[in-house]
């Protein structure tokens, strides 16, 4: 099992910036990933950002996140951050942090621990 906290949301300026924090617990192992998800009333949550565990290596989405949006982790803490400049309207949501074993970090339905997600609202 692994446990995932996410803290750090909450109301911002268009233009402000927030940072995400996913605290990760219980048997993590190193071929996980750690991603970053984003839900808004009545859709999809749409992938954000990865972070595969043992190799730091990162993801992001292709729409407008890249070069806005930067996934990090602290080793010290298991605690992965969302970074998140230069915020719009548009990135109003639930952001949720997962973790699963899987093989396309862009897919939702590989992740089998959610957290219980965070709100960010971004005011226009």
């Known amino acids: 099992q692994v446990q995932l906290v996410e803290s750090g949301g909450g109301l911002v300026q268009a233009g402000g910036s927030l940072r995400l924090s996913c605290a990760v617990s219980?048997?993590?192992?190193?071929?996980?990933?750690v991603g970053w998800f984003r839900q808004t009333p009545g859709q999809e949550r749409k992938f954000v950002a990865a972070?595969?565990?043992?190799?730091?290596?990162?993801?992001y989405a292709d729409y407008s996140v890249q070069g806005r949006f930067t996934v990090s982790r602290d080793n010290a803490n298991d605690t992965v951050y969302l970074q998140m400049n230069s915020l719009t309207f548009e990135d109003t949501a639930v952001y949720y942090c997962?973790?699963?074993?899987?093989?396309?970090?862009?897919?939702?339905?590989?992740?089998?621990?959610w957290g219980q997600g965070t709100q960010v609202t971004v005011s226009s």
């Open positions: 219980g048997r993590i192992f190193g071929s996980y990933f």
């Open positions: 972070m595969g565990w043992a190799t730091g290596t990162t993801y």
């Open positions: 997962a973790a699963g074993p899987s093989r396309r970090p862009d897919l939702a339905e590989r992740y089998d621990f």
